[in-house]
């Protein structure tokens, strides 16, 4: 069966500093990934996706870039963290071929910028 | 405009009782697929249950049905038997044709249920 990692869980970050979330998926190949951010109490804002290793597209431009160095890791990073920047951060992935495409997301990384 | 919307911010159900999340959808492409998703307290989204567009029969999953009606563009979210569980955010959902093959899905606002005992 098919997990999703996400860590860390919980971030306290100041403003200024780098920022690496990592997200990995087994027992799947060639996922499509996906990187979301949900404000407190908000719905889902789409960051990143990919659809194969070094393939990356953006949907909000910002200080966050990610990458997917391998088949089934995805990373969001940033150089310099801002107050905005927090949040509740979603990893997740769908099945390249299917008739669905659901997400199943990871537990998520709780970030707070200070 | 809004793809997805889902006009209940909060619900309250008796448990044991079924409840209705409403939420319509906006779209002019023939082949588009719908989902619901839960988020409990601890964060994760759990998804729940799927409605493709030439679906012709409503979709079930355990207590969970899905209330398509095409010509309304209307896919609400029947919960049965509500069970204490069940209190949670609960998302809309809907993707539309092809985005480089990375099918991206439109998310509502979400409602809360709150199931009382």
């Known amino acids: 069966s098919q997990t999703i990692h996400q860590w860390p869980a919980t971030l306290v970050q100041p403003v200024g500093s780098p920022l690496s979330l990592e997200c990995t998926v087994e027992?799947?190949?060639?996922?499509?990934l996906y990187w979301y951010r949900q404000a407190a109490g908000r719905g889902l804002q789409l960051l990143f996706y990919?659809?194969?290793?070094?393939?990356i597209s953006s949907e909000v431009p910002q200080n966050l870039s990610a990458s997917r160095p391998q088949d089934r890791q995805f990373i969001l990073s940033s150089k310099k963290l801002l107050l905005s920047d927090s949040g509740f951060y979603l990893c997740?992935?769908?099945?390249?071929?299917?008739?669905?495409?659901?997400?199943?997301f990871g537990p998520g990384t709780r970030l707070t910028v200070t | 405009a809004q793809k997805i919307t889902q006009t209940q911010p909060g619900m309250f159900v008796q448990e044991k009782e079924a409840v209705t999340l409403d939420c319509t959808y906006d779209?002019?492409?023939?082949?588009?697929?719908l989902f619901w998703y839960k988020q409990p307290s601890s964060g994760e989204m759990i998804f729940l249950i799927y409605q493709g567009s030439y679906d012709q029969q409503n979709a079930t999953e355990g207590r969970y049905s899905l209330n398509f009606q095409k010509a309304r563009k209307s896919a609400n979210l029947v919960i049965s038997a509500s069970q204490l569980g069940d209190s949670a955010m609960y998302f809309c959902?809907?993707?539309?044709?092809?985005?480089?093959?990375?099918?991206?899905?439109?998310f509502g606002r979400g409602t809360s249920l709150i199931v009382h005992p």
């Open positions: 027992g799947t190949s060639n996922p499509n």
């Open positions: 997740a992935w769908s099945e390249v071929g299917g008739s669905t495409y659901e997400q199943y």
């Open positions: 779209t002019s492409d023939p082949s588009y697929g």
């Open positions: 990919s659809v194969g290793i070094g393939q």
């Open positions: 959902a809907m993707r539309e044709g092809r985005s480089g093959g990375s099918y991206i899905p439109t």
